[in-house]
């Protein structure tokens, strides 16, 4: 099987919740991108890697798998820079943002998130994907008004490029974001941060597929 199709397959069974499947896939993916010499699908399988370590840990709390997301990362910007492939640096900036807000480096994380969006090449709407993240950013750093804004920014950036990617994607990011301003706004504003909780699971209900936004909105759930 080709790394392009062992990545495909790696996505879906991590998006199915299949984590550890997920995990032996996208391994494989790398070693057959070596055979290839496709350094970009190289640089690809590891971060869907990276993800799937970002997931056990969001599952488990153990911050051991942050570790090996941020090795991972920090390998694709190794191989990245050794053999010159500019097409993928966006999306290690943008990784290793959301690493740094787990680890809570939130300034860090706004230098990245900054970054990845000043290179950004790919769909408007996942643009806005990667801007709501720099919005929660900025809240968790101190500055929450600017935080708010622009997550709203990206949700409308979202919105606005839905009709040039797939509706499972934006139904991805959108859930994403919403639940995202559900959890920073639990203590500061408790009925928007309901109201967005409510857009987000209604979101979720009616996508097939979304399983990990589910776990993830059960998790969050049970904070309120």
């Keep these: 099987m080709s790394s392009a ?7 879906d069974l991590r998006e199915r919740g ?10 494989q993916a790398v070693n057959a991108a070596a055979k290839e010499k496709d350094f970009i699908r190289m ?16 599952e488990t709390k153990d911050r051991a798998f942050l570790v090996l997301a941020r090795k991972d990362i920090e390998a694709m910007q ?8 500019d097409i993928k640096r966006h999306t290690i900036s943008f990784l290793l943002g959301q690493t740094d807000m787990l680890l809570g480096d939130f300034k860090n994380a706004i230098i990245n998130f900054r970054k990845a969006l000043r290179i950004f090449k790919g769909l408007s709407s ?14 968790k750093a101190g500055d929450k008004e600017k935080g708010k804004k ?15 990617a797939p509706k499972f994607l934006c139904n991805v990011w959108l859930s994403g974001a919403f639940m995202r301003l559900a959890d ?12 967005y909780l409510g857009q987000a699971e209604d979101i979720i209900d009616k996508t097939k597929g979304l399983v990990m936004r589910r776990r993830q909105l059960q998790r969050l759930k049970r904070k309120f």
């Design 5 to 11: 199709d062992l990545i495909q397959q790696g996505i």
């Design 18 to 27: 299949q984590l550890p499947q997920a995990l032996k896939i996208l391994g």
């Design 43 to 58: 640089i690809t399988a590891l971060g869907e890697r990276g993800l799937v370590w970002k997931h056990f840990h969001l």
């Design 78 to 85: 190794l191989i990245s820079e050794l053999k010159s492939v």
């Design 126 to 139: 996942e643009k806005g994907d990667w801007r709501y993240h720099l919005g929660e950013a900025y809240y």
């Design 150 to 164: 622009t997550i709203f920014e990206g949700i409308e950036e979202i919105k606005k490029g839905s009709e040039e």
């Design 184 to 195: 920073l706004l639990r203590l500061d504003e408790p009925k928007e941060a309901k109201k």
